[in-house]
């Protein structure tokens, strides 16, 4: 199946904006680039603040005044590298009015001048304040899930494998799940639209401290025992299918499934990585987001 033609559209744009890529370019350009891009958000949301999570930065997004709803903790995508709270703003507002809960956008240390574990150790403080501090918050301590894009997606497998608090949903869209990059698909679509395996490795480089760090679970959750895997929530895993990180994505649902957790593998065919950002360009994005909200809202109750 080709690219669907509202993506093909899409990809066709970018690469008359995108004239230098990422990976020839220094990290706080690449960012600059990445945000240059990105096309703000004008949907209404109940409530939206700043708040200081023990020194890590979020965004808060509220759908209604209800204090009886749970929790979204939410890692923006970017490699590690690029993306912040505002690249990130458009998905935090659907998904919140979309699922009735609300959204802790969390804006993590990025690489390469905070190398890994930093984004893991700075997502799971994040998280460990939001359940410590969730009368203030105006949620539901006991209804917590984790979710993210790409990297975010990353860091939101690896937070659920720490079991730092309990948590009751995982929401992994085109997750990178292992640093080792051996999986077909990263051949396959070397040179996807937007995200290509070289920009991948360059993410890679920039996060990791040395190769070493791939082996560590928590840079490559795809290692986690399959004790491990059989204790953690349920998971909505969704990938593209011209996306470098599709078959790792998908790999990981199954042995999520494999070890009894209940998940939901979504494939868009026709789609390419970054899809769900994209809810004014792409019905896929809308489907995607009606999704996981309707999934979020199902084991959020």
Same mark, same amino acid.
């Given at each position: 199946?080709?690219?669907?033609?509202?993506?093909?559209?899409?990809?066709?744009?970018?690469?008359?904006?995108?004239?230098?890529? %990422?990976?020839?370019?220094?990290?706080?350009?690449?960012?600059?680039?990445?945000?240059?891009?990105?096309?703000?958000?004008?949907?209404?949301?109940?409530?939206?603040?700043?708040?200081?999570?023990?020194?890590?930065?979020?965004?808060?997004?509220?759908?209604?005044?209800?204090?009886?709803?749970?929790?979204?903790?939410?890692?923006?995508?970017?490699?590690?590298?690029?993306?912040?709270?505002?690249?990130?703003?458009?998905?935090?507002?659907?998904?919140?009015?979309?699922?009735?809960?609300?959204?802790?956008?969390?804006?993590?240390?990025?690489?390469?001048?905070?190398?890994?574990?930093?984004?893991?150790?700075?997502?799971?403080?994040?998280?460990?304040?939001?359940?410590?501090?969730?009368?203030?918050?105006?949620?539901?301590?006991?209804?917590?899930?984790?979710?993210?894009?790409?990297?975010?997606?990353?860091?939101?497998?690896?937070?659920?494998?720490?079991?730092?608090?309990?948590?009751?949903?995982?929401?992994?869209?085109?997750?990178?799940?292992?640093?080792?990059?051996?999986?077909?698909?990263?051949?396959?679509?070397?040179?996807?639209?937007?995200?290509?395996?070289?920009?991948?490795?360059?993410?890679?480089?920039?996060?990791?401290?040395?190769?070493?760090?791939?082996?560590?679970?928590?840079?490559?959750?795809?290692?986690?025992?399959?004790?491990?895997?059989?204790?953690?929530?349920?998971?909505?895993?969704?990938?593209?299918? %011209?996306?470098?990180?599709?078959?790792?994505?998908?790999?990981?649902?199954?042995?999520?499934?494999?070890?009894?957790?209940?998940?939901?593998?979504?494939? %868009?065919?026709?789609?390419?990585?970054?899809?769900?950002?994209?809810?004014?360009?792409?019905?896929?994005?809308?489907?995607?987001?009606?999704?996981?909200?309707?999934?979020?809202?199902?084991?959020?109750?």
């Amino acid at each position: 199946m080709p690219l669907h033609p509202q993506a093909q559209a899409v990809a066709d744009l970018y690469a008359l904006v995108r004239t230098t890529p %990422f990976e020839e370019m220094s990290a706080p350009d690449a960012r600059e680039a990445y945000k240059a891009t990105n096309i703000p958000s004008t949907e209404v949301v109940y409530e939206i603040r700043d708040v200081d999570a023990d020194g890590v930065p979020c965004r808060l997004y509220r759908p209604s005044a209800n204090t009886n709803i749970g929790l979204l903790v939410y890692y923006h995508g970017g490699g590690w590298v690029i993306g912040d709270l505002d690249t990130h703003d458009g998905i935090c507002r659907s998904l919140a009015n979309k699922s009735g809960h609300a959204v802790l956008a969390v804006e993590y240390r990025l690489a390469p001048e905070h190398k890994f574990p930093a984004a893991v150790d700075d997502s799971i403080t994040a998280l460990k304040w939001a359940h410590d501090n969730a009368k203030n918050l105006g949620i539901d301590s006991s209804r917590i899930a984790v979710g993210g894009d790409s990297a975010g997606g990353n860091l939101a497998a690896v937070v659920a494998q720490q079991q730092v608090v309990p948590l009751k949903f995982q929401m992994l869209i085109y997750p990178c799940v292992d640093a080792s990059m051996s999986f077909p698909s990263i051949i396959e679509n070397v040179n996807g639209p937007l995200l290509t395996s070289s920009l991948m490795g360059w993410f890679h480089d920039n996060y990791l401290r040395d190769k070493n760090d791939a082996q560590n679970q928590k840079a490559s959750p795809m290692l986690a025992s399959d004790d491990l895997l059989k204790q953690m929530p349920p998971a909505l895993v969704v990938t593209a299918q %011209f996306d470098p990180l599709r078959d790792e994505g998908e790999a990981y649902g199954k042995r999520l499934v494999e070890n009894g957790v209940n998940t939901t593998i979504t494939r %868009f065919n026709g789609q390419f990585h970054a899809f769900f950002s994209m809810l004014e360009s792409l019905d896929d994005a809308e489907v995607a987001h009606w999704q996981a909200a309707s999934l979020l809202r199902k084991y959020l109750v």
